[in-house]
């Protein structure tokens, strides 16, 4: 059974720094890209970024609100996806999820999401 | 970056009803859409994938359809469980984008 479990969200002051995780299992981690989407309280889904895999060299993407400020790694011998959050902005209060890019290239399972607070 | 326009933003329905949502995208999409649904507390789930496939373990009565740019998801007999906010999202091009989501409530 797939799973995607995320952790190490919290409460975080304007300006601080936080370090969000993804445990994957029940597929063979290395073959996926992944991705992080966040929800705002009250607000419709927006997509973080994308980490691929080693085949297209660990390329990342960011969206617009985050790029230069969040960083997306992964370590496959951990089967884990990160999330650097610097400069956080209380704007970036939001549930994070982590999600798989399945074969079909859409996304194919998520987690549950972890809650980042920024005030 | 694409924009999506999802309508309506809130849509009031009974059990047994037929319902659809629509989606439009700024370009042309080339299939590339899929939509999800959202529960509080829940891990959000796909339904639709690349406009019209079931993802697996879907119930039928969730249909997609569309091209181009104008996108549908039905729902044709409505659940209890089916009571959720749905999201259309477009994996054309970076930035993936989302529409606006659709709250489906219980009239």
């Known amino acids: 059974e797939v799973q995607l479990v995320e952790s190490g969200g919290g409460l975080v002051q304007p300006g601080g720094s936080l370090r969000l995780s993804c445990a994957a299992s029940?597929?063979?981690?290395?073959?996926?890209?992944m991705d992080w989407v966040r929800q705002a309280p009250g607000k419709g889904l927006e997509w973080v970024g994308r980490?691929?895999?080693?085949?297209?060299?660990?390329?990342?993407y960011y969206g617009a609100s985050v790029k230069g400020r969040f960083t997306i790694s992964r370590d496959d011998s951990k089967n884990s996806l990160y999330l650097q959050m610097n400069s956080l902005e209380t704007e970036d209060t939001a549930v994070y999820y982590c999600?798989?890019?399945?074969?079909?290239?859409?996304?194919?399972?998520w987690g549950q999401g972890n809650l980042v607070t920024v005030s | 970056d694409i924009q999506m326009t999802q309508s309506p933003a809130t849509l009031s329905a009974s059990v047994g009803d037929r319902v659809t949502i629509t989606c439009r995208a700024s370009q042309n999409l080339n299939g590339w859409l899929a939509w999800h649904q959202l529960k509080p507390g829940k891990a959000p789930k796909v339904l639709i994938y690349k406009a019209s496939s079931l993802e697996s373990g879907v119930p039928s009565r969730f249909s997609g359809s569309g091209s181009g740019t104008e996108f549908t998801l039905t729902i044709s007999s409505l659940q209890p469980d089916d009571f959720a906010t749905y999201y259309c999202q477009q994996y054309n091009s970076y930035s993936l984008t989302f529409g606006q989501g659709t709250r489906l409530e219980i009239k």
């Open positions: 980490v691929k895999d080693r085949a297209s060299n660990y390329a990342t």
């Open positions: 999600a798989r890019r399945g074969p079909n290239l859409h996304w194919d399972y």
């Open positions: 029940g597929f063979t981690f290395s073959d996926h890209s």
